[in-house]
C-alpha cells in the first residue's frame, strides 16, 4: 500500500496524498481501489492546474465582477437576529478592496480562555470591562456653576450599582484624564473647577463636553458588545476597533480574536496577518450572499494588494498607479499627468504587459502569443547557369 503512495509523491502535493491515505483507512480501502481513486485525484488536480500564459489577473476581475452584480448593495440588519451591526454585500468587497483606513462598521470578535467561558456571568463581566464607558453614560446631570467657575456633575446612583463603579476610582480617572482642571468630590458626584484661562462661559462649556466624553471604563473605540456563542465557543461581538489595548486584557485569547480592519492588523500582528485578513473578510462576505467563488482568485488579490509590505487597494493611488509601465499607467486614470511625469524622468517603457501591446497594436504576451518563435530556413542554393 506504501508503494502506491510512494508512486505519486511527485505528482500530487503532499497534503492531498495524506487526505486520501486518512479516507482510505477509514473507509477501509483496497489497493486497487486506492489506487483507483488516486488516478481520478490526479485527474481532477491537473485538469486544475493553470495553463502557461493564462489571463489570471483578468479571470479573476470577471470572477468577481460578474457574482457582484447579484449583491445586495445595503448595509443591513438582520431582524430578530442578534448581532452587531456590519457593511455586507457589495459595499464591504469594495471597502476591502480600496483599502478604505477606516471600514464604515468597525467590528471585532472577541474570544476568550477557556477559564473565563465556564459561565455566562463572567463572560458578560469580561464584555463590560470592554465596552466603553464615559462619564455621561453614568451621570444624570451636569451643570454650569458661573460664581464658581465650575462644572457640577451629578452621578446616577442606580447606574454606579448596576455597573459596579467605585466613586474614588471614578475621581481618579476623572484626575488623570482632565489635566489643568481641579476636580473634588461633593456628596451628589463631582466639581469639576475650571483653570482661569476658561473662566469664562465659553470654556466652562468646553470642559462639560470633555467631562461628558471621558471615558471611565473599558477600551475606547468599542462602543457596544454583544456575548454570543459560535461554532461551539463564546464570542463577544465588538461594534468598534482597538486590537493594541484588547490584548493587553488577561482573558482574551489573543490567536483567535480577530478585527475587521485591515490597517489596524498590518500594523499590530504584521502584513501576513494582512493577508489573511483580506482573504476572510472576503470569503465572509461571498459566504453569507451565497456566491461560490474559487479560494484561489481571493488568494491572488489578497497576495497583490500586500506583497509590498504595505496594504495597497486596487486603486489609482495603490496598485493600479504603481504599475512598471508608463502607458499600462496612463490607461488607468489622469494619462497626461503619467505621460509628462515619464517624459521628465525619462522612463523607458518595454511594453511587457497587455495593455500597452493593445494600445501599439501588437500581439499581447498571453496564450499563444507568450513564446516567442524563431524559425530556421535553410537558403537554397543556387547553381550555375548553363
Given at each position: 500500500?506504501?508503494?502506491?503512495?510512494?508512486?505519486?509523491?511527485?505528482?500530487?502535493?503532499?497534503?492531498?496524498?495524506?487526505?486520501?491515505?486518512?479516507?482510505?483507512?477509514?473507509?477501509?480501502?483496497?489497493?486497487?481501489?486506492?489506487?483507483?481513486?488516486?488516478?481520478?485525484?490526479?485527474?481532477?488536480?491537473?485538469?486544475?492546474?493553470?495553463?502557461?500564459?493564462?489571463?489570471?489577473?483578468?479571470?479573476?476581475?470577471?470572477?468577481?465582477?460578474?457574482?457582484?452584480?447579484?449583491?445586495?448593495?445595503?448595509?443591513?440588519?438582520?431582524?430578530?437576529?442578534?448581532?452587531?451591526?456590519?457593511?455586507?454585500?457589495?459595499?464591504?468587497?469594495?471597502?476591502?478592496?480600496?483599502?478604505?483606513?477606516?471600514?464604515?462598521?468597525?467590528?471585532?470578535?472577541?474570544?476568550?480562555?477557556?477559564?473565563?467561558?465556564?459561565?455566562?456571568?463572567?463572560?458578560?463581566?469580561?464584555?463590560?470591562?470592554?465596552?466603553?464607558?464615559?462619564?455621561?453614560?453614568?451621570?444624570?446631570?451636569?451643570?454650569?456653576?458661573?460664581?464658581?467657575?465650575?462644572?457640577?456633575?451629578?452621578?446616577?446612583?442606580?447606574?454606579?450599582?448596576?455597573?459596579g463603579f467605585k466613586k474614588?476610582?471614578?475621581?481618579?480617572?476623572?484626575?488623570?484624564?482632565?489635566?489643568?482642571?481641579?476636580?473634588?468630590?461633593?456628596?451628589?458626584?463631582?466639581?469639576?473647577?475650571?483653570?482661569?484661562?476658561?473662566?469664562?462661559?465659553?470654556?466652562?462649556?468646553?470642559?462639560?463636553?470633555?467631562?461628558?466624553?471621558?471615558?471611565?471604563?473599558?477600551?475606547?473605540?468599542?462602543?457596544?458588545?454583544?456575548?454570543?456563542?459560535?461554532?461551539?465557543?463564546?464570542?463577544?461581538?465588538?461594534?468598534?476597533?482597538?486590537?493594541?489595548?484588547?490584548?493587553?486584557?488577561?482573558?482574551?485569547?489573543?490567536?483567535?480574536?480577530?478585527?475587521?480592519?485591515?490597517?489596524?492588523?498590518?500594523?499590530?500582528?504584521?502584513?501576513?496577518?494582512?493577508?489573511?485578513?483580506?482573504?476572510?473578510?472576503?470569503?465572509?462576505?461571498?459566504?453569507?450572499?451565497?456566491?461560490?467563488?474559487?479560494?484561489?482568485?481571493?488568494?491572488?488579490?489578497?497576495?497583490?494588494?500586500?506583497?509590498?509590505?504595505?496594504?495597497?487597494?486596487?486603486?489609482?493611488?495603490?496598485?493600479?498607479?504603481?504599475?512598471?509601465?508608463?502607458?499600462?499607467?496612463?490607461?488607468?486614470?489622469?494619462?497626461?499627468?503619467?505621460?509628462?511625469?515619464?517624459?521628465?524622468?525619462?522612463?523607458?517603457?518595454?511594453?511587457?504587459?497587455?495593455i500597452e501591446n493593445v494600445?501599439?497594436?501588437?500581439?499581447?504576451?498571453?496564450?499563444?502569443?507568450?513564446?516567442?518563435?524563431?524559425?530556421?530556413?535553410?537558403?537554397?542554393?543556387?547553381?550555375?547557369?548553363?
Open positions: 500500500m506504501v508503494d502506491i503512495y510512494l508512486k505519486y509523491k511527485d505528482e500530487l502535493p503532499g497534503k492531498i496524498i495524506e487526505d486520501v491515505k486518512k479516507e482510505a483507512e477509514i473507509n477501509k480501502l483496497t489497493s486497487a481501489e486506492v489506487k483507483k481513486v488516486l488516478e481520478e485525484v490526479k485527474h481532477e488536480y491537473v485538469n486544475s492546474l493553470i495553463s502557461p500564459g493564462e489571463s489570471v489577473g483578468i479571470i479573476t476581475a470577471e470572477s468577481f465582477g460578474e457574482p457582484g452584480t447579484q449583491m445586495t448593495l445595503n448595509v443591513f440588519h438582520m431582524a430578530g437576529v442578534a448581532e452587531v451591526q456590519v457593511t455586507r454585500g457589495l459595499p464591504r468587497l469594495i471597502e476591502i478592496f480600496d483599502a478604505r483606513k477606516e471600514p464604515s462598521t468597525p467590528s471585532m470578535n472577541v474570544y476568550l480562555k477557556s477559564e473565563y467561558t465556564k459561565d455566562e456571568k463572567t463572560i458578560r463581566k469580561v464584555a463590560s470591562f470592554i465596552k466603553q464607558m464615559t462619564l455621561q453614560e453614568i451621570s444624570s446631570e451636569f451643570s454650569l456653576n458661573m460664581m464658581k467657575a465650575a462644572v457640577e456633575v451629578t452621578l446616577n446612583s442606580k447606574k454606579l450599582r448596576d455597573f474614588a476610582d471614578i475621581l481618579e480617572t476623572l484626575k488623570v484624564k482632565l489635566k489643568d482642571v481641579n476636580v473634588k468630590e461633593c456628596t451628589k458626584g463631582f466639581v469639576l473647577e475650571s483653570s482661569k484661562e476658561e473662566g469664562d462661559l465659553t470654556g466652562l462649556y468646553r470642559l462639560r463636553q470633555k467631562a461628558k466624553e471621558v471615558i471611565v471604563r473599558g477600551i475606547s473605540g468599542i462602543t457596544q458588545v454583544l456575548p454570543t456563542k459560535k461554532d461551539g465557543k463564546y464570542v463577544i461581538q465588538c461594534a468598534g476597533t482597538n486590537l493594541k489595548e484588547v490584548f493587553k486584557l488577561k482573558e482574551i485569547e489573543p490567536k483567535s480574536t480577530v478585527s475587521n480592519n485591515l490597517f489596524e492588523i498590518a500594523s499590530i500582528l504584521g502584513i501576513e496577518a494582512a493577508k489573511q485578513a483580506i482573504m476572510n473578510e472576503c470569503l465572509a462576505v461571498l459566504e453569507n450572499q451565497g456566491l461560490d467563488i474559487d479560494i484561489r482568485h481571493v488568494m491572488f488579490l489578497s497576495e497583490l494588494m500586500t506583497h509590498t509590505g504595505n496594504v495597497k487597494g486596487i486603486t489609482r493611488g495603490g496598485i493600479s498607479g504603481e504599475k512598471e509601465s508608463v502607458l499600462a499607467r496612463a490607461s488607468f486614470e489622469t494619462p497626461i499627468k503619467h505621460i509628462v511625469d515619464a517624459s521628465i524622468t525619462g522612463e523607458v517603457d518595454k511594453i511587457r504587459s497587455v494600445m501599439i497594436n501588437q500581439p499581447i504576451p498571453m496564450g499563444t502569443g507568450l513564446p516567442g518563435l524563431v524559425a530556421q530556413i535553410k537558403k537554397e542554393k543556387v547553381g550555375k547557369k548553363k
